[in-house]
């Protein structure tokens, strides 16, 4: 059969397999395949990535991708991602079409950007929200914003932002800036309706915590995923109000236990850091251990993360993971993350104590050697459901020699359906060490995380050994 026999439908999805140079090309066939390369199901699909940046693409083949650039934003329809890197550089080549172009829509923009061309992808969201088809953003500022009006800039980005329509997902990174920069008031933003599910709005010193409210608010019915780093009561009081609230990730706020009223809220993820600013207030920790005390009965996966410092105060609020009173809690995950091996075990001694309140927790990670007291509170009858157990070798102990340890063989023993995770200190076919000369019963991969378990392969113990979504680990049989 020939191409021309083939109905529209047929050539227009074996279209959207083609990359955008061979659509432009594929215009010259005829006139039939002019029109359909052109059409908007199939630059529904396309990606074009144009870089500013000097190591990607020199010579020829940056000019040749930025020529391409230029003649795709003027003749495609539409552009399901555009993805630019360091916008300022490119602008003058494509900064036109994108603004000019009536015709030409997205449904994706991930832009990287200095902070003093924020006024320039302003005009390109300006242009984007006059169709009503973008759908997700990404901003990403590169380097620090050291001059006053370079601020001033972010935050009139940061407005046009809210008052585009039919937004779905936003992303939005902003670096650290100078510490004496005073930001106008916002101006009273045009209402739009509640459309974005996935919120994510990194910054630092509160200069835009009047702009995440203001988003907070408008999109309280339908967020489900959010990850912020600020410590504003008034946004915690606008998470606690979310009823679709799933996910998610922040420091410790204010007001944290207004979070204990997220009738949906499943997955949390706490940033412990004392040089994030935990360390202005007791209050903040007395409110972190009363939310997690109430929502210890909801929550199913919770990950801590620890900083340099750990205070006696903060570890202590591990215990709160145990739920109220004598209730269960419902936690099914739990990890822990630690940018310092030092004092990584002190979260061991509080966790210990509320094996018993756990016991639907499948997944532990803690991220740091096993001490022997820790490994003794896993005797087989806490935990029942534990499948997977993520630790970190000592230093200077193979991977091999660990595995044939007597602690990892009577954890095992006590826990037949358990996964160990061994993670660090790099061992493979060439690993030198005198047990590894001796013995060569098993093949340990070195720089990948290694799972060891004592049933047969064949065994149903609940996991895929080769492919869980959990772990992403080699296994091997012990």
């Not at 090309?25 to 870089?51: E, G, N």
């Not at 205070?311 to 145990?322: T, W």
Request: aromatic content about 6%; hydrophobic content about 45%; proline content about 5%.
């Amino acid at each position: 059969m020939e191409f021309s026999a083939l109905p529209d439908e047929v050539l227009l999805h074996a279209l959207t397999f083609l990359t955008p140079a061979t659509l432009l090309r594929c215009r010259a066939v005829c006139r039939r395949w002019k029109q359909l390369a052109l059409h908007p199901l199939v630059w529904r699909s396309q990606t074009l990535r144009i870089s500013g940046g000097r190591n990607t693409n020199k010579g020829m083949a940056r000019h040749r991708q930025l020529r391409l650039a230029t003649v795709v934003l003027r003749l495609a329809p539409c552009l399901g991602l555009l993805k630019v890197s360091d916008f300022g550089k490119v602008f003058d080549v494509v900064g036109p079409a994108l603004i000019n172009n009536s015709k030409f829509s997205l449904y994706d923009l991930d832009i990287s950007f200095r902070s003093s061309d924020a006024f320039m992808v302003a005009m390109v969201l300006d242009r984007q929200a006059s169709f009503g088809r973008l759908k997700a953003v990404r901003l990403r500022v590169l380097g620090h914003a050291s001059q006053d009006a370079a601020v001033r800039r972010l935050g009139g980005l940061l407005l046009q932002l809210i008052r585009t329509p039919g937004l779905q997902s936003v992303e939005i990174s902003i670096p650290s800036m100078p510490g004496d920069v005073t930001l106008p008031p916002l101006e009273r933003p045009v209402l739009v309706s509640a459309s974005l599910q996935r919120l994510s709005f990194v910054y630092n010193r509160g200069y835009f915590d009047l702009h995440l409210c203001v988003l907070l608010k408008l999109h309280t019915a339908t967020l489900e995923e959010v990850k912020i780093a600020t410590f504003d009561a008034h946004a915690a009081f606008l998470l606690s109000r979310m009823p679709r609230l799933r996910k998610l990730q922040c420091t410790v706020m204010d007001a944290m236990p207004l979070l204990q009223h997220c009738p949906s809220l499943r997955a949390l993820r706490l940033d412990l850091r004392v040089d994030a600013g935990l360390h202005s207030t007791r209050a903040r920790l007395s409110g972190l251990a009363a939310f997690l005390r109430a929502a210890g009965t909801r929550l199913h996966s919770v990950e801590l993360v620890f900083g340099d410092d750990k205070p006696d105060e903060l570890v202590d609020v591990v215990a709160c993971l145990g739920g109220p009173g004598t209730a269960s809690a419902a936690l099914r995950r739990l990890a822990f993350s630690h940018s310092v091996t030092e004092d990584a075990e002190k979260p061991l001694l509080p966790l210990a104590s509320i094996l018993e309140h756990l016991p639907d927790l499948t997944f532990l990670d803690i991220d740091c050697v096993a001490t022997d007291a820790f490994l003794e509170a896993l005797d087989g009858s806490v935990l029942p459901q534990l499948l997977g157990l993520a630790v970190y070798l000592p230093r200077d102990v193979c991977k091999h020699v660990w595995s044939h340890g007597q602690r990892l063989r009577a954890v095992l023993r006590k826990n037949p359906r358990l996964h160990v995770v061994m993670k660090g200190n790099d061992c493979d076919e060439f690993c030198v060490c005198e047990f590894c000369q001796q013995y060569t019963c098993h093949h340990v991969p070195g720089d990948l995380k290694c799972i060891m378990y004592s049933h047969p392969t064949g065994a149903r113990c609940g996991l895929l050994h080769d492919a869980h979504l959990e772990m992403r680990v080699f296994c091997r049989w012990f």
